[in-house]
């Protein structure tokens, strides 16, 4: 167990939304642009890194029967203060994330990431989980949010890339697109997986 | 059962730091937060009322709650520029809010969509502007027409709907002619 292999784990081995499929809930619902995407993977990458320091440095003194509603508490109190930071200082982005930001609560990541790393580490290894998987789901939304503001917008980060003549896909920026999107990606995943088990 | 002391005792504790973290917390954005949303009715309303400076732009109030904006020219209260209020309509998905000046006659000077949850890509172009462009093509189509008398190509008007969201087009287009209804009402309770 390398300093460098717990940190590049989250970002491919065990990516949290390709892997393990974790948080799909806002996986889904904010990566219909690539800024949004990457709003809400710097606000989870956030929170991640402060619950898992955090909780790694409780762990000792954490009951194993109320561990859950600490861990919450922790998580909770870090998104308090990412959507209230974010109300005040970068309030376009609070907008456009909307209710997503008081939903990081209950993305399985975080309180995954606690239950199953940072209570069980310690403080510096659990940083560097934290960040390697917090990076990792940034990379995931990019990802998706890449392909489905590019199919469904023609734009990239709000900056047309296609020309007028180009007919948006438009189903790739409502709902059912970022369920084909993360099938495929998921699917694409998996053959290359298989192929190189062979 | 004979631990629900020490461990209601400690998950007290914790609750109490991550109160006392919280409240420090909203403490210092709170200012922030009320700026960011002064400075956006700033930002709409010399959008609404582009002829008004700022400080020449008062609200009427009725009890606590402010019925319209009413704009001068200079901030003496001469030469009146027209009325600013806000209407809204439930859209697709949400409703939308919209910032909209008028002048004495109930020509449109100008307008801004506060607020909106529609759906991506298709509602939400209520607000959107082109890149390239300065101002949102759609709610650039109201300027200069009556308040009163807007309606949405499909219903016989001149304001054209977005393509794939008549519902958030049209919910825009009623609330502003029920909101501008309801100033001339507010008005004349006012006079």
Known sequence: MSVTSEFTKGLYKQNPVFKQALGLCPTLAVSNSVESALGMGVAVTFVLLCSNSIISLIRKIVPAKIRIPIYIVVI????????????????????????????????????????????????GLSIIDGLGMGIGFTMALLLLGTIREFMGNGSFMGIPVMGPAFEPVLIMILPPGAFLTIGFVLGFFNWLENKRAK | MRDIGKLGGLLLLITTIAATALAGIYNVTKPRIEAQKALEL????????????????????ANDDILYYVGYKTPEKKELIGYAFVSHGPGYSSLIETMVGVDSLGAILGMKVLNQVETPGLGTKVEETRHGEGEPWFTQQFLRKPAGQLAVDKDGGDIQSITGATISSRAVVKSVVAAYEKLLADRVKQD
């Open chain 1, 76 to 123: 909770a109190t870090f998104v308090t203060i990412v959507d209230l930071s974010m109300a005040g200082f970068l309030p376009a982005l609070h907008k456009t994330l909307g209710i997503f930001v008081p939903l990081i609560v209950v993305n399985c990541i975080i309180l995954g990431r606690a239950e199953a790393y940072a209570g069980k580490n310690n403080i």
């Open chain 2, 42 to 61: 700033d930002r709409a309303l010399t959008i609404a009322l582009p002829a008004a400076p700022r400080e020449a732009i008062f609200p009427v109030q």
